[in-house]
């Protein structure tokens, strides 16, 4: 393919993700972001948590049995003259760590915030994932339709606790019953809020200039209260500068409601105008590589187990990073060194499967997997770098896992191992005692480990509590030290599922104390894989 064909596809392309604390509207959003694709002709169809209608993106049966998804699910659609990417992120019980996984395969996030509770504990966790590239984030101040906090607390709020400056790039008009709609600061334009049209996009009516006397005649006494604010608000805050925007250092700020799908679609313009198109990566040699590159190119960052019933494989998720993705394609594992030909790729739209012909940057492909593939495995066209920053993230949760079957220790052993190449679960094994140890960072993690180790492995095992409050990756230039470490510290360290060594903590207390203790010991919470 010529050069600029591939260009004008990546150009086109807009990868991101939603960031936001359970709650907060992601899946309403998702569902207004698709209905504004096109994607799906009345919104209402994507989840169904309390009317039992099972979601497009609920796969596995054990999803289906609890109503939420585990999985990673890929959208695509075209939006102006864009083609957006959206993975979704595992969510409230489902959390885990491919959500953190997921957003080092974006080029940007969009972070929806309730505007009635402000900055949430998840999207703190998640922000400081997004900060590790310096991920561009757009944000959404969501549930309009109800009395929210005072709209500039709430910029001060994310600037104070998320350390990113804001730009409202809208303003709301009153909230809950008093909603009226908003005022677009670049555009000088305001937007009316009408209720009921939740379903279908909005017709909107605009009204340009905030002289404007329909504004007065529409607003009434809501008119010169919004000339005062914007006052204000062009005073107080910051202007919106793309290339802080780009930087990840400012983020800009819309106010709307998912449930009432109204501001959506402001955002969604802003996202494809501004967010970067498919970026570069870093890789173990000199160079990144760029989405230019003709040459393809991509990195692992989720795999799926028994997405569908009906095939019984496992997928891994691919993100395209350079080059043009063909059905027939011959690519080069980087780790084993194998080079394969793949005919069968997969795309998803939540949940239908559907074999793709070609893929470019910014895409995300599917590859069968029988358990050859791990989490971070490079794909080229026969080069033999490796793409870094896909990490494991350090596990919050633990429990020590026991047989009930003593004589199937190394079959345990094993499946643990394989589902932790597979990212789904961390296992840790102390140097002073035959426990084995996981962590995860969601709780259904657990639950997942356990139903496919007795499905996949044929082993029934159970969980016990254990007294651990996290763990650290642990590394030293200098070897001595580290051996000195290992022998003092022996009864905190294990081994995990990599063999790489790890410090088991009982408390926080104790993790502090052990990092002064040993300045020259380095103790991380991401592991490159
Ligand atoms: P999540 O994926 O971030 O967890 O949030 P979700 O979209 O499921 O939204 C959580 C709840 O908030 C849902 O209500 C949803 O209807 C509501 N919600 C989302 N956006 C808005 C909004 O703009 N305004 C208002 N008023 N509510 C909003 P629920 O009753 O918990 O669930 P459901 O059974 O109605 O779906």
């Not at 998640?126 to 910029?155: A, G, Q, S, Y």
């Not at 959506?264 to 160079?287: I, N």
Request: proline content about 4%; glycine content about 8%; overall charge negative.
């Amino acid at each position: 393919m010529s050069e600029s064909s591939l260009q004008n596809e990546v150009a086109k392309r807009r990868t991101f993700a939603i960031i936001s604390h359970p709650d907060a509207g992601k899946t309403t959003i998702t569902e207004k972001v698709l209905l504004h694709g096109q994607q799906i002709q009345k919104a209402g169809t994507i989840k169904g948590k309390k009317s039992g209608q099972h979601a497009k993106s609920d796969w596995m049966q054990m999803e289906q049995e609890r109503g939420i998804s585990v999985t990673t699910s890929v959208m695509q659609f075209p939006y102006n003259n864009a083609l957006v990417n959206l993975l979704d992120t595992p969510g409230h019980e489902d959390f885990s760590e491919d959500t953190y996984r997921t957003l080092t395969a974006v080029d940007s996030c969009l972070m929806v915030i309730d505007g009635a509770k402000g900055v949430e504990d998840r999207t703190i966790k998640l922000m400081e994932v997004t900060r590790l590239r310096d991920t561009p984030i757009i944000t959404f101040m969501n549930k309009l339709d109800r009395d929210i906090r005072d709209p500039l607390e709430l910029l001060d709020e994310v600037e104070d606790v998320l350390k990113i400056m804001c730009a409202p790039i809208t303003w709301p008009i009153g909230s809950g019953k008093n909603f009226k709609g908003v005022y677009h600061l670049l555009k000088d334009e305001t937007i009316l809020y009408k209720t009921g049209q939740g379903h279908r996009i909005q017709e909107e009516t605009i009204i340009k200039g905030l002289d404007n006397p329909e504004l007065d005649e529409k607003l009434g006494v809501w008119a010169d209260e919004l000339r005062e604010q914007i006052e204000l608000v062009n005073g107080a805050s910051n202007p919106f500068d793309k290339e802080l925007f780009l930087a990840g250092e400012l983020t800009p700020v819309f106010f709307g409601t998912a449930l009432g799908n109204f501001g959506v679609d402001h955002m969604l313009d802003g996202l494809v105008d501004w967010a970067p198109r498919p970026q570069p990566r870093e890789t173990d040699q000199q160079d990144s590589v760029s989405a230019d590159n003709k040459d393809f190119s991509g990195f692992i960052f989720k795999i799926q187990a028994n997405m569908d019933p009906r095939h019984r494989d496992r997928v891994a998720f691919l993100r395209i990073v350079s080059g043009k993705y063909e059905k027939g394609m011959k690519m080069r594992q980087v780790r084993t060194g194998k080079d394969v030909r793949i005919s069968d790729a997969l795309t998803f739209l939540a949940g239908d499967r559907s074999h793709v012909e070609e893929a470019y940057p910014g895409d995300i492909i599917g590859l069968h997997n029988h358990g050859t593939i791990q989490i971070g495995d490079t794909f080229t066209a026969g080069e033999d770098f490796k793409f870094s920053g896909i990490p494991n993230f350090a596990p919050e949760l633990f429990r020590r896992i026991r047989l009930k079957d003593p004589l199937k220790q190394k079959q345990l052993l094993k499946g643990l191992v394989q589902l932790s190449e597979e990212g789904a679960v961390q296992v840790f094994r102390p140097l002073i005692s035959n426990d084995l140890i996981v962590g995860a960072v969601g709780v259904l993690q657990f639950d997942v480990v356990v139903h496919r180790l007795r499905t996949e492995y044929k082993v029934d095992a159970v969980y016990e509590n254990i007294n651990v409050a996290t763990a650290r990756w642990v590394s030293s230039k200098d070897e001595k030290k580290l051996d000195e470490f290992r022998r003092k510290a022996e009864a905190n360290l294990a081994l995990d599922g990599g063999d790489n060594l790890t410090y088991i903590a009982p408390t926080m207390v104790n993790l502090s104390l052990a990092e002064e203790r040993y300045p020259d010991i380095e103790f991380t919470h991401t592991r490159e894989h």
